[in-house]
């Protein structure tokens, strides 16, 4: 069974930086025809919001506006890893940040949770001085 695995979040101050990793283990994501890997985040009392998100058929990505210009999503196929590369970080963006994965095709990637089958445990994000 797929398994997902956050690493990389901390405390950061204010227009620092941050690069979370997905790693995927468990089943290779190779052998699916098709995935999308997503990034998501959620804070106490809030619904879950997404972040980012990638798609395997042509890599395309796709971006929430309030992290646009400052996120970046890459993966590195051989090491079965997605990577959020996050700058300029701002106290808004603390949250715990999730990777998730729907070996499904889409046209567009989406950035709606519920498309969304396998997730990973989380990591916390602070942004703080």
């Known amino acids: 069974q797929l398994r997902l695995v956050e690493s990389g979040g901390g405390l950061v101050q204010p227009g620092g930086s941050l690069r979370l990793s997905c790693a995927a283990s468990g089943f290779s994501l190779d052998l699916y025809d098709y995935y999308v890997i997503g990034w998501f985040r959620q804070t106490p009392g809030k619904e879950r919001e997404g972040v980012s998100c990638i798609s395997s058929s042509d890599g395309s990505t796709n971006y929430a506006d309030s992290v646009k210009g400052r996120f970046t999503l890459s993966r590195d196929n051989a090491k079965n890893t997605v990577y959020l590369q996050m700058n300029s970080l701002k106290a808004e963006d603390t949250a715990v940040y999730y990777c998730?994965?729907?070996?499904?095709?889409?046209?567009?990637?989406?950035?709606?949770?519920?498309?969304?089958?396998?997730w990973g445990q989380g990591t916390q994000v602070t942004v703080s001085s």
């Open positions: 998730a994965v729907e070996p499904a095709l889409f046209e567009r990637c989406p950035l709606a949770d519920y498309e969304y089958e396998y």
